[in-house]
C-alpha cells in the first residue's frame, strides 16, 4: 500500500470522527474523554481491511497510471457525508460527479459504489473493538451523562456571572448606599498633625488633634479638603473607619468611605456625584489613593479636580502613603499627618487590655532594639499577641520581623480584590531580597545607594 494512500486513509479516519462528534454535539468534557486517537487507529483499520477486501473481487487496470476511485480522498469525503453510523442512503449521481473531477481516478459503475459502500459499513457496524469505544449507551449513561450535567452546571455559572455583570453594571450606575459603621474592635486612638517632623523625632511640641475635629470644626479648619499620609500598615483606613463612625454616631454628616483600589475612570466619580446630590450633608472618605492602578492615577486626579470645582463645599478626605505624597496633584489639599503612638498611648492600651506582664513585654522590646515599632497599633498588637502566647518575643529581631512581615502580607492579602497579588509579591520580592543580599556579600558592602539597588533588581 502505498505511502499516499496510508496518508490517506489516516486523514479520512480522522475527519471521519471530527464529523462525527460534531454532529453528535458534544460538549467540551465528551470531547475530552472520547478516545480519539484509538478510535482513528481502529477505523484506519478498517477502511484497509475494506479496500483489501474489495480488492479480491475487483481488479483494475493501473498501468497508465490511474489509481482506483478507493484510492481517492474524494470518495471518503463524500461517504463522510452519509456514514456517520447513520446508514444513510448514499447518492450515486453526485459521488460519481466529484470522483470525475480528476481525470486519474478510475471512475466505478453504481454498483461497485454500494459493494464498497455497504462493505465499509458492515465492517464498521459489526466492529467489537469500535463498539467498545463507541458513545453508545454504556459510555452516555455514565461518563457522558456526567459530562452533561457538569455542562448544564457551566452553562448555570455562565449565566449567573452573566447577571452579577449585569448587576455591577447596575450598581456602577447608582450613588453609593449609607452604611451602618460600627466601632471598631480593640482601637486605639490617634492624633493627626499638619506637619511633618524632617527627622524622626517623637516627642515634639506640635500641635495635634483628633481627625473627627479637624472635619467639623470650621473655625480652626477652614479647609474642606484633605490628604491624610502615613506609611504602609500604620492604621490610616482604620482611623478613616473610626472617624466614619464618629460622624455618623453624631449624627452630624452622613459618611461615605470609598475604597480607591477599586477606582473605574468615569464610573466611580459618576457615583461620588450622584451619592452627593442626594446626600448634601455627605464626607467623602476616599481611601488608598496609593493603591489606585498607575495607569488610571492621571484619570483620578483629572476627575477628583473637576468634582472638587463642582462641589467645593463638600468635606473631603483621601489617605494615601506618604511615599505618594505630590503638592502638585492635591495643591488645593491640606496635608494631614497620622501620628505614631506615644509612650502615654502606649501605656493606655496596655491599662484598658489589663496586661499585667507590660514591664516584661517592653523590656523585650528594648532588647530586640524594636520598640519604636510599637509606635505603630498593627506592631503593637502583633508583638503583644505574640508575647501573650508564647510569653516571649522571638528570640531574634530577624525571626520578629519574618513573623510581622507575613502577617502583614496576610492583611493585605484580604483587602485585595485580585486574590493571590499580594502572594505573588511576597514571593517576588523575597527573591529580590536574596539576590540583594547575595551581591552585598560578595562585593562586601555594608549599604547600597538608590542607583545600585535599582540596577541590581533589574
Known sequence: ?????????????????????????????????????????????????????????????????????????????????????????????????????????????????????????????????????YIGENYKSKIFEMGNHIEGIASEIKCISQKVDDLHVDLSSKPYKVESFT????????????????????????????????????????????VLYSGAQTGKTTKLKNVAYQLQKKNSQVPFLVNLNGFVPEKTFSRIVKTTLAHKNSVLLLDAYDEIKDINKDDFIRELKAFVKEFPNIPLIISSRKNFEDANNFSDFQPLY??????????????????????????????LSVFELLRIPFYLK????????HDDLPKTKSELYQILIDESFNIDEKHKQKKGYVKKLRTEGYKLLQKVAFIMTICEKKNLMKKSLTRYSQ
Not at 353 to 367: D, W
Not at 382 to 389: G, N, T, V
Open 382 to 389: 502583633e508583638m503583644l499577641k505574640y508575647f501573650l502566647s
Open 338 to 367: 497620622l501620628e505614631p503612638l506615644s509612650n502615654y498611648d502606649i501605656n493606655n492600651y496596655f491599662i484598658n487590655r489589663k496586661v499585667e506582664e507590660s514591664h516584661l513585654f517592653l523590656g523585650r522590646a528594648y532588647e
Open 183 to 226: 466601632p471598631i474592635q480593640d482601637y486605639i486612638p490617634r492624633q493627626i498633625s499638619t506637619t511633618i517632623d524632617k527627622e524622626d523625632v517623637f516627642f515634639t511640641s506640635k500641635p495635634t488633634y483628633p481627625l473627627y475635629d479637624i472635619i467639623v470644626d470650621e473655625n480652626k479648619f477652614s479647609s474642606k479638603r484633605f
Open 1 to 133: 500500500m502505498s505511502a499516499k494512500l496510508v496518508s490517506i486513509i489516516s486523514c479520512v479516519a480522522l475527519r471521519i470522527i471530527d464529523q462525527f462528534i460534531q454532529e453528535e454535539g458534544y460538549g467540551w468534557l465528551k470531547k475530552l474523554f472520547f478516545p480519539k486517537k484509538t478510535y482513528k487507529k481502529r477505523l484506519a483499520e478498517i477502511i484497509y481491511e475494506t479496500i483489501n477486501e474489495f480488492e479480491c473481487s475487483h481488479s483494475y487496470d493501473t498501468s497508465d497510471n490511474k489509481f482506483p476511485f478507493y484510492h481517492s480522498e474524494v470518495l471518503f469525503t463524500e461517504l463522510n457525508k452519509y456514514i456517520l453510523f447513520n446508514n444513510q442512503k448514499i447518492n450515486i449521481d453526485e459521488i460519481k460527479q466529484s470522483l470525475s473531477e480528476n481525470s486519474n481516478i478510475i471512475l466505478p459503475n453504481e454498483d461497485e459504489l454500494n459493494s464498497f459502500y455497504e462493505l465499509f459499513v458492515s465492517k464498521t457496524d459489526n466492529d467489537e473493538t469500535l463498539k467498545n469505544l
